[in-house]
């Protein structure tokens, strides 16, 4: 089958066409055509032989990236009954061990796989589970986000960024967000109460007893996680979603009685994902794709996301 993978960690160049051994299906999982694949930012470290929680499990290359899809059901393997052939389903799989997503076929557990919402296309559906469930796992299962509490997201235009503030808003927080400008209005109709320029005035100037500061941005302006502890209120919590955070931050946020969450991981979670695609097709989530690639463009689609792309990126993988 096709396949864009990596033989060597480097830029966006590494990423070459390859063919590989379609996967077999083992008992309980699904082989699934893939229809279209999310980018996402754990992508472009993998490539870049960064340290992630997937560095470890690469194992012997070529190495296929991605990590969430979209696509119809081909096969079923022994002892599956969730689907069967010609469903059309959407799923985050194996993280952190690899699931060769940038390929035109994937095997998985049936259960890290729910079925596609309706309403949108298959290059959108694959938008969300990784960004989706990062989103909401963060703000309900590690946060226990309360109504009435304020959340701060920094990197609000991004892809877990656009879905943190429809979910904290759903959950009936203040919800203030750093985005460019251009990005403002459509932050607003997401359901922002306040949007906060970054290039233009310091967050911490404006916000305010913060209970729960989500960093989407982390190494990339590593310089936003200690001043976000000037906004937090005491007892608030600082989640580092995104990697990097200056030395002696975790000692610095103790000194100030800020409580500093573990880093998390994303997990896969057919349930959660059920969750989402049923608030998709009720029209109270919106996915935001910022541009679509064909499979063969990949390079191109991670130096496009690289800079910061409005929403997700994705590939689309079937001819």
């Not at 096709?2 to 299906?25: K, S």
């Amino acid at each position: 089958m096709r396949a864009m993978g990596i033989n060597g960690f480097g830029g966006p160049e590494v990423l070459t066409p390859v063919t590989v051994a379609r996967p077999v299906p083992m008992p309980t999982e699904v082989l699934v055509r893939v229809y279209a694949a999310g980018v996402n930012p754990l992508d472009l470290r993998t490539r870049e032989g960064l340290p992630t929680p997937a560095a470890d499990a690469l194992g012997t290359p070529p190495h296929i990236l991605g990590w969430e899809v979209s696509g119809v059901v081909e096969e079923t393997g022994r002892g599956e009954f969730l689907f069967a052939p010609g469903d059309e389903v959407f799923g985050l799989l194996w993280l952190p061990r690899p699931a060769g997503a940038y390929a035109e076929f994937v095997a998985a557990p049936s259960r890290q796989f729910a079925r596609k919402p309706v309403t949108i296309d298959h290059d959108h559906a694959a938008a969300v589970p990784l960004a989706g469930l990062t989103a909401w796992q963060v703000l309900t299962d590690l946060a226990g986000l309360r109504p009435g509490q304020r959340v701060l997201v920094h990197g609000a235009g991004g892809g877990v960024g656009h879905l943190a503030v429809q979910f904290a808003k759903r959950l009936g927080a203040h919800v203030t967000a750093t985005a460019s400008k251009g990005k403002h209005d459509w932050l607003r109709e997401l359901g922002a109460d306040e949007l906060i320029d970054y290039r233009e005035i310091p967050f911490e100037r404006v916000a305010r007893d913060i209970d729960i500061v989500l960093d989407l941005v982390g190494m990339v302006q590593p310089d936003t996680a200690l001043r976000s502890l000037e906004v937090l209120r005491p007892g608030g919590l600082f989640i580092p979603v995104a990697p990097g955070r200056p030395a002696g931050f975790a000692e610095r946020a103790d000194a100030v009685g800020v409580r500093l969450a573990p880093e998390p991981l994303v997990e896969p979670d057919g349930h959660g994902l059920a969750r989402l695609a049923a608030l998709i097709d009720n029209g109270e989530l919106d996915v935001h794709v910022d541009r679509v690639f064909p499979l063969e463009e990949a390079a191109n689609a991670h130096l496009h996301a690289g800079k910061g792309a409005t929403g997700k990126t994705v590939l689309h993988v079937v001819r």
